[in-house]
């Protein structure tokens, strides 16, 4: 027997979003679902693959797929939040003529599973679904939030001087962990080489540390994005934009600004949705990985 729900008073606010039928739910994602295509063919160029990059340094929360959309629907996005993060921090409005933009959030519910060898069970969370939810980027909001946000650290525009405290060690004991050496010494005209058979890599000498330290990223994308056992599959030029594009991700995050200098051109890389989709996935993750690892690590003493 269901039970009678009291009836709502004439200007009682409403506190619940109305039900979208299958036809207008359906609606909904095959929109977003080209949204999210559209985005994808936007990696398809050099201008695209570059957002990505600049991107990913402030939208690390999201997915790949989410911040596709992100910028699709807001291109000059630098940091996106739900509304309630912003009502925290005393920012509850937005800016007149501006639009929430729809992200995928993924939905849970709990069951109950049996545990191993024995016959009791446990509530666990489970994926059930995704739904559209609503975020907004810090440039939509009145005021000024960035006033009281902390900042990213910053460093030099160009690959010169100091790299950023912490970050050449921690690089090393990655590459250290893969099984490889890290030395200096002549690497011809690269600034840097990892040397698969021998399980080296060579970073030259005469680099400034903030350079040194990018390139080291580098090499190390090479060993993460598994470019030895995928060299008979993929091009070189696609190994080193996979690399490249990491090491911006990752330097960006620590502080330092190597965009100028080491954003690749691809439009040549890939020429359907499939191939840079996986392709900008395996970036992503790698990237996370290697940002996780220096989170991890303690601060230098």
């Known amino acids: 027997m269901l039970a009678t729900r009291p009836r709502r008073a004439r200007n009682a ?12 739910r359906e609606a909904r994602i095959s929109a977003a679902r080209q949204q999210l295509l559209a985005g994808i063919d936007t990696l398809l160029t050099s201008e695209g693959w570059q957002q990505l990059i600049q991107s990913r340094a402030w939208l690390r929360r999201y997915s790949l797929a989410n911040v596709l959309m992100i910028l699709q629907q807001y ?31 993924p939905c849970f519910r709990k069951v109950e599973a049996e545990q191993d060898d024995t016959e009791d069970t446990t509530v666990v969370s489970r994926l059930s679904g995704f739904m559209l939810v609503p975020v907004v980027d810090i440039s939509q ?6 006033a009281v946000l902390p900042q990213p650290p910053t460093s030099p525009v160009l690959l010169t001087g ?36 021998d399980r080296r890599v060579i970073i030259r000498p005469d680099l400034e540390p ?7 990223t580098h090499e190390l994308a090479h060993i993460l994005c598994e470019h030895e056992q995928r060299s008979r599959e993929v091009s070189r030029a696609l190994m080193e934009v996979e690399a490249e594009s990491v ?20 439009a ?25 690892q220096i989170d991890d690590a303690e601060p230098p003493r």
């Open 75 to 105: 291109p000059a996005a630098t940091d996106v939040r739900p509304m309630s993060e912003w009502k925290e921090l005393g920012f509850g409005y937005m800016r007149r003529g501006t639009h929430k933009i729809k992200i995928w959030k």
């Open 210 to 216: 903030a350079q040194a330290a990018k390139t080291l």
């Open 247 to 266: 090491a911006c991700i990752v330097s960006s995050v620590c502080g330092l600004d190597s965009l100028s200098y080491s954003v690749p051109y691809v």
């Open 141 to 146: 909001l009145q005021g000024d939030p960035r």
């Open 13 to 24: 606010r409403k506190t619940s979003r109305p039900k979208l039928s299958p036809e207008e």
């Open 268 to 292: 040549h890389w890939a020429t359907d949705r499939e191939i840079a989709r996986l392709s900008a996935e395996r970036v992503l993750k790698v990237a996370d990985q290697i940002l996780d």
């Open 162 to 197: 100091d790299a950023p405290i912490g970050l050449w060690e921690s690089i090393e004991r990655q590459i250290h962990t893969c099984g490889y050496t890290v030395e200096r010494g002549d690497c011809g005209d690269a600034n840097g080489m990892t040397v698969f058979a």
